[in-house]
């Protein structure tokens, strides 16, 4: 059974190391991610899961000790998920979305539950994810869940995407989704709205829809808004 969940952004700019001189921009939202992670602390799950987009079309497994790295940004900068003693024989890396939650666990110390990663790939439609997320809620009697990914990446003339006016209103839609626990309005996303605005977290959040489904946890957005043209959203489910 769901537990709790937090919802976080994913770009490595959030790693102060990659942002390099224009780190501050962003720490109003590192500190929303700070406080997320206490929300998931404070539910003493058995077991923790970090959901993230993958480039792939299909639902990657990432065992805990998987390592990643920040080095593809010029940066000295590695990371891994869960504890410092555990060691992956995968030998795969973690994709970045998943890296950023790994930092973001280190970075506050996290020593609870042990971890999973789960990457889920852009084109997977919506009831696949939302199996995904029932599956996971079944895994444990307290499970955890560290969702990562980005609203729309079309909120200005200098975004990746370029300004969209569909963008603004599709992120107000779900950051009142996320912040209000709204299973109902995150398995209904627009999926093909979502690809066309850059969304890159469609696809989690309908992981927590589904994970959430019987789980009756009280939202609380924590942080919304768009740096570089980004819709970026933290949010708690307790």
């Known amino acids: 059974m769901l537990a709790a969940a937090a919802v976080c952004p994913c770009p490595p700019l959030l790693v102060p190391e990659v942002a390099a001189g224009a780190a501050p921009e962003l720490d109003a939202a590192r500190a929303a991610c700070t406080d997320a992670l206490g929300v998931l602390a404070a539910a003493r799950p058995d077991r923790l899961v970090v959901v993230g987009p993958v480039d792939s079309g299909e639902v990657e ?56 990663g789960l990457g889920v790939g852009e084109p997977l439609a919506a009831e696949r994810c939302i199996q995904e997320g029932r599956d996971i809620a079944a895994r444990a009697e ?22 969209d006016e569909r963008a603004e209103p599709f992120d107000a839609g779900v950051a009142r989704a996320l912040g209000s626990a709204d299973v109902k309005a995150l398995r209904e996303l627009d999926t093909g ?25 009280e939202g609380a957005l924590l942080y919304e808004d768009a740096p570089y043209g980004v819709g970026y959203i933290v949010a708690t489910w307790s």
């Open 142 to 163: 307290r499970v955890a869940l560290l969702v990562m990914g980005d609203a729309s990446a079309c909120r200005t003339l200098k975004a990746p995407g370029y300004l």
């Open 193 to 217: 709205l979502a690809r066309e605005l850059k969304v890159s977290g469609r696809a989690p959040w309908q992981v927590l829809a589904g994970a959430g489904e019987h789980a009756a946890l």
């Open 61 to 116: 497994a990432y065992p805990e000790g998987t390592v990643g790295s920040f080095r593809g940004f010029g940066v000295d900068v590695d990371v891994r998920l869960g504890r410092a003693g555990e060691e992956a024989t995968s030998g795969r890396e973690l994709p970045y979305a998943l890296a950023v939650g790994a930092w973001l666990l280190g970075r506050t110390g996290w020593s609870g539950a042990p971890i999973e």
